[in-house]
T-cell receptor
Framework: DAGVTQSPTHLIKTRGQHVTLRCSPI?????VSWYQQVLGQGPQFIFQ???????GRGNFPDRFSARQFPNYSSELNVNALLLGDSALYLC?????????????FGSGTQLSVL | AQRVTQPEKLLSVFKGAPVELKCNYS??????LFWYVQYSRQRLQLLLR??SRESIKGFTADLNKGETSFHLKKPFAQEEDSAMYYC????????????FGKGTMLLVSP
């Protein structure tokens, strides 16, 4: 079991650019969630997708968007990057969207905005 | 809105000493509570969840609804317990999202 895989591992962008982060869930998992972790803080929820539909959205601006593909992989897109978008972006997968469901996290993509 | 508070950024103990990592939450309903752990150079992983009422690696956590707390405890700390610990909350919103605390770094010295 390869676990949740994310790409790229590191990324450097400049202000105003666009970025796409990718995530492959554990085989058999149909739910993918995205979290942003700023240095010194806990992860903060951005989106959850289940069966290719958005099931939840956190308190993030419309510059953030995501989608899930038929193979359950997912992309997180961020437009018009700001310095404050610099963070570790974590993807997590789960089998269902039950409230007590265990989430399996990837290693993350470290985004630096200059 | 729901919130999770972990008052200690760093907790340093000696091997064999008892450990208590504090977690308080605010939520008007009945949440699900979790502890996630991140060991050095490893990914974030589930340590335990209150619904399972289990003990993992000697750690236990009891949900106290009166005090809105979910403190993590271990009677005898081991050096391999050194890690970043996050308390997290989920609630019946139709999707399994987590609200995390800021985390507590546990350092266990020999």
């Amino acid at each position: 079991d390869a676990g949740v895989t994310q790409s790229p591992t590191h990324l450097i962008k400049t202000r105003g650019q666009h970025v796409t982060l990718r995530c492959s869930p554990i085989s058999g998992h149909k739910s993918v969630s995205w979290y942003q972790q700023v240095l010194g803080q806990g992860p903060q929820f951005i989106f959850q997708y289940y069966e290719k539909e958005e099931r939840g959205r956190g308190n993030f601006p419309d510059r953030f968007s995501a989608r899930q593909f038929p193979n359950y992989s997912s992309e997180l897109n961020v437009n018009a990057l700001l310095l404050g978008d610099s963070a570790l972006y974590l993807c997590a997968s789960s089998g269902t969207v039950a409230t007590n469901e265990k989430l399996f996290f990837g290693s993350g993509t470290q985004l630096s905005v200059l | 809105a729901q919130r999770v508070t972990q008052p200690e950024k760093l907790l340093s103990v000696f091997k064999g000493a008892p450990v208590e990592l504090k977690c308080n939450y605010s939520y008007s309903g009945s949440p699900e509570l979790f502890w996630y752990v991140q060991y050095s150079r490893q990914r974030l992983q589930l340590l335990l969840r209150h619904i399972s009422r289990e003990s993992i690696k000697g750690f236990t956590a009891d949900l106290n609804k009166g005090e809105t707390s979910f403190h993590l405890k271990k009677p005898f700390a081991q050096e391999e317990d050194s890690a970043m610990y996050y308390c997290a909350l989920s609630f019946n919103s139709g999707y399994s999202t987590l609200t995390f605390g800021k985390g507590t770094m546990l350092l266990v010295s020999p």
